[in-house]
T-cell receptor
C-alpha cells in the first residue's frame, strides 16, 4: 500500500523557472512532512520540512505548501538553477512514538536546463 | 562528524552468494534505518532499530534478509542467498531521538549477477 503518492515522475524546467512537485498522502495520522534531495551517487538529504499546523514554509528559494483538508503538499522551487538538478522525495510520518518511520514518495527527477 | 558510514560502496556478486552490508551510525544517534532504493519501487524501508532493538522489520522482503545491531556503533544487513532481484542501492540512515531529520549514508550499490 503506497501511502504517499508523488508526481510527476520527472520534470524539466528552464533556468529561472518554477519547479513544482506534488504529493498526496492517505494516513491522517501523519504530522510531519519533509522533502529530501538526492544527487547522483549520494544519499538523500533533508531539504525542508513542515508540520500541519502551518500552510506554508519558505526557506530561501524552496517553499512547501500544505493543504490539510485535501491531504496534499507540494514543493516549489523558485528561480530554479542547474545546481537544483536532482531527485526529490516527499515523505511523511508521525511524530509520536519512540521511533516514527518515514514513508517516502517514489521520487521526482528534476532537470534544470540552461 | 564523519556522518553515516556504509561499506562496501559497491558490491558485485554472483547469485547464491552471501552479501553483508555494514553501517556505522553517527555517534549519539539511537535510531537506525535500512532502506533499499530501486528505480521501480523507490525508497523502501526494510527495517529499523531504536536503541539497538529492532522495532519493525515488516519491510524485509524475505527470510533471506536479516539485520542486526549488536551495539550502538554498528549494524549489518545480510542477504543469504542473494538473487539478481536484490540488485539495488541499500541505504543506512540514522536519527537522534525518535523524531526529526534522517541522515543518510552514501549507500551500498549491490549487483547480483
Amino acid at each position: 500500500q503506497q501511502q504517499v503518492k508523488q508526481s510527476p515522475q520527472s520534470l524539466i524546467v528552464q533556468k529561472g523557472g518554477i519547479s513544482i512537485i506534488n504529493c498526496a498522502y492517505e494516513n491522517t495520522a501523519f504530522d510531519y512532512f519533509p522533502w529530501y534531495q538526492q544527487f547522483p551517487g549520494k544519499g538523500p538529504a533533508l531539504l525542508i520540512a513542515i508540520r500541519p499546523d502551518v500552510s506554508e514554509k519558505k526557506e530561501g528559494r524552496f517553499t512547501i505548501s500544505f493543504n490539510k483538508s485535501a491531504k496534499q503538499f507540494s514543493l516549489h522551487i523558485m528561480d530554479s538553477q542547474p545546481g537544483d538538478s536532482a531527485t526529490y522525495f516527499c515523505a511523511a510520518s508521525t511524530l509520536t512514538g519512540t521511533a516514527s518511520k518515514l514513508t517516502f514518495g517514489t521520487g521526482t527527477r528534476l532537470q534544470v536546463t540552461l | 562528524d564523519a556522518g553515516v558510514i556504509q561499506s562496501p560502496r559497491h558490491e558485485v556478486t554472483e547469485m547464491g552468494q552471501e552479501v553483508t552490508l555494514r553501517c556505522k551510525p553517527i555517534s549519539g544517534h539511537n535510531s537506525l534505518f535500512w532502506y533499499r532504493q530501486t528505480m521501480m519501487r523507490g525508497l523502501e524501508l526494510l527495517i529499523y532499530f531504536n536503541n539497538n532493538v529492532p522495532i519493525d522489520d515488516s519491510g524485509m522482503p524475505e527470510d533471506r534478509f536479516s539485520a542486526k545491531m549488536p551495539n550502538a556503533s554498528f549494524s549489518t544487513l545480510k542477504i543469504q542467498p542473494s538473487e539478481p532481484r536484490d540488485s539495488a542501492v541499500y541505504f543506512c540512515a540514522t536519527r537522534e531521538g525518535g523524531t526529526g531529520e534522517l541522515f543518510f549514508g552514501e549507500g551500498s550499490r549491490l549487483t547480483v549477477l
